[in-house]
């Protein structure tokens, strides 16, 4: 996702000097809209954070354990969807067609496999945090330990970054504020209540997100269709979208003659079908399935009906962007060929500054262009929606990750409330470090950077997911297997990654002197290959060692999972998830504290029915079961089945 913007047909590049001279006009209604809408969202997010118990572990990291499907479901397309989606995604369209929103629709078989698949195992496992899993699954610390800081790492670097820096552009584009300024207003606003809360505060205020974001991004979308002359002038607009300012003896300013199909040749196509349907899956099931941020909201769930009710609904919404993102960037490219389709370097780095292209553009574009007074604001909301309801589910999940797998782990004798305090106390580390990290991509706006980080990701992310898979069917895995496979595929991944920083992809026009693994092996086959070479590595260690016995794998795979054996936990003795009580309330003859420290506590929700260990354990025998009631259980399958058919229909349509 790169991360130019602009503005009208300002000539300003984007700099850290002034805004450009063209800023939205935007009226005193659309403020009015935007600060009604903040102040709404601070109210959701303070009430929900009164209505749960926040002083306990299992209540401020899993809201403890009581959220329903309709939370979950829209927590989870949120969390997901953040302002750089947005851009990135009309962006592509513009750019390249429609095959960019089956990145969107694959979400809906995977999110099914959270459901029905992974969510019972890790409920039976009885685990907060993913590399907690990893531990209990494995034994020994290495590989939480990796699977810690690689995830922090990745969410600092790759998800904050981008949502932020995009979402900050817009308000600057829109509005003319200064970037600093914005960015803080909305990380304080949002830190607020995910600090206060935790999680309850982070999903309620995410389904609110939701409904905010679907409705604006509809509202956008009818002005955008109905402008184009509906679906049909779409598609007689955009293949005809051609700037007047083209490169010679090039192809590269016409629109692709597979623009509305979504299925594209598995060798020469810019996105392969092949590589869409398979090697996407593996990226996906990475994000959807063994993230922290998605599966944390799924573990808040009730039961395991309300998990995968939650995860059926997240497969619907993730149908839409395909319609209210991906079709209006089209849209864009179709209205306005000179700026969104520029090709010419000259041309596009007075357009957006960029010399690349000016896809990226598309979706601010239309805002700015099409919508009526009272309803930018509204779709300013809808920016704001997005960016602050994926930035919350991060912050909410890497304080978990820190807390429970690398603070817990160097002081096993951390009281709750310490752990309390730690994990609040990390979300303000984390705010900081993103205000800090602004400069850094501002230098790197070349638009280059998102890209690269998109690609992080498939370099990354597939030996993650083999060792998930691996760990949970097939139960002679050992540490062994599960360590070196996840180092070979790191330095595999690193090797290529290294490659595409060095060289750069040409642009219109000129030739590729990039080596033949960059050019020929996609990053969607490449992350097919490093899946497969990461689970053949983790088949041969683990069979050339000792397989791990059978009494410590009861219910943490998939085959055991209604195993009612009791299981002997490899783990070392940090690993529980109950913290010790090291309560100091207990202590009848303490003096009252200070006002100013119970205004604090009360504050931060560290106050209320003291939280003593023994809570935590009876709340985890309830809930580690995966009983449903059999009514709803037929409910559930149901739906999934007409999910997929949908999805199935709509791939097959636009295939």
């Not at 790169?2 to 006009?25: E, I, Q």
């Not at 059926?312 to 209210?324: N, Q, S």
């Not at 060929?337 to 357009?351: K, L, N, R």
Request: with cysteine.
């Amino acid at each position: 996702m790169s991360a130019s913007l602009t503005t009208g047909s300002s000539s300003s590049g984007f700099t850290t000097a002034a805004p450009p001279s063209t800023s939205l006009g935007v009226e005193a209604a659309d403020i009015a809209v935007v600060v009604v809408y903040l102040i709404f969202v601070m109210v959701v997010g303070i009430w929900s954070s009164v209505r749960t118990n926040r002083s306990t572990v299992g209540g401020y990291f899993l809201a403890g354990r009581s959220m329903t499907w309709w939370p979950i479901g829209a927590s989870l397309m949120s969390s997901n969807v953040g302002s750089g989606l947005f851009i990135g995604l009309a962006g592509t369209g513009a750019a390249e067609g429609l095959a960019v929103g089956g990145f969107e629709w694959n979400a809906a078989w995977v999110l099914v496999a959270l459901g029905w698949i992974f969510i019972p195992v890790y409920i039976s496992a009885g685990v907060v945090t993913m590399p907690e899993y990893l531990a209990k699954r494995f034994g020994g610390q290495r590989i939480r330990l990796y699977m810690s800081v690689l995830s922090l790492i990745l969410y600092i670097f790759t998800k904050i970054s981008t949502d932020i820096f995009s979402g900050a552009l817009f308000i600057q584009v829109s509005l003319g504020w200064d970037l600093y300024l914005s960015t803080g207003i909305l990380l304080v606003v949002t830190a607020a209540y995910t600090v206060a809360g935790g999680l309850a505060a982070v999903i309620y205020t995410d389904a609110l997100q939701t409904l905010i974001m679907v409705g604006g991004a509809f509202v956008l979308m009818f002005i955008a269709f109905a402008k184009v002359g509906w679906y049909e002038g779409l598609v007689e607009r955009y293949m005809s979208a051609v700037p007047s300012v083209t490169v010679a003896n090039s192809t590269c300013h016409l629109p692709r003659s597979d623009a509305f199909h979504l299925f594209r040749d598995p060798v020469s196509g810019d996105l392969p079908w092949p590589g869409l349907v398979f090697g996407l899956t593996v990226l996906a099931t990475w994000v959807w399935c063994t993230d922290q941020v998605i599966v944390q909201r799924s573990l808040s769930a009730k039961s395991l009906s309300h998990a995968k009710a939650g995860s059926v609904l997240g497969g619907y919404l993730k149908l839409l962007p395909m319609f209210f993102v991906v079709m209006p960037g089209m849209i864009s490219r179709a209205l306005f060929p000179e700026e969104v389709g520029c090709v010419d370097p000259a041309v596009c780095q007075s357009v957006c500054g960029t010399s690349v292209g000016c896809s990226n553009i598309a979706y601010p574009k239309l805002v700015v262009e099409l919508m009526p007074v009272g309803l930018r604001g509204l779709m300013l909301a809808v920016m704001f929606a997005a960016l602050m309801s994926s930035l919350t589910s991060i912050f909410n999940s890497s304080s978990t990750l820190f807390t429970l797998d690398l603070y817990h782990r160097a002081r096993p004798k951390a009281s709750e409330m310490e752990l309390m305090i730690v994990g609040r106390v990390f979300i303000l580390v984390l705010v900081c470090v993103s205000l800090l990290w602004i400069p850094v991509i501002q230098t790197a706006n070349s638009g280059q950077l998102f890209d690269y980080i998109q690609s992080v990701t498939s370099f990354l992310a597939p030996p993650i997911t083999a060792v998930f898979l691996m760990a949970i069917f097939w139960p002679r895995a050992n540490e062994q297997g599960a360590f070196w496979g996840l180092m070979t595929g790191l330095v595999v991944g690193l090797i290529r990654m290294v490659l595409e920083f060095s060289y750069t992809v040409p642009s219109c026009g000129q030739p590729d002197h990039r080596p033949a693994i960059l050019t020929d092996v996609h990053y969607l086959y490449f992350a097919l290959i490093l899946l497969a070479l990461t689970c053949l590595i983790i088949v041969v260690v683990s069979l050339a060692t000792a397989p791990i016995p059978k009494e410590h794998l009861y219910r943490l795979t998939w085959w055991s999972r209604h195993s009612q054996e009791h299981r002997i936990d490899l783990a070392g003795p940090w690993m529980t998830s109950d913290p010790v009580n090291l309560d100091p309330s207990h202590d009848s003859d303490r003096l009252p504290d200070p006002w100013w420290r119970r205004a604090a506590l009360w504050l931060c929700g560290l106050t209320g029915p003291s939280s003593g260990s023994a809570s935590a354990v009876t709340e985890n025998n309830k809930l580690n079961s995966l009983h449903e009631d059999p009514l709803w259980g037929k409910v559930c399958n149901v739906n999934a089945l007409l999910l997929l058919t949908v999805n199935v229909f709509l791939w097959g349509y636009f295939a």
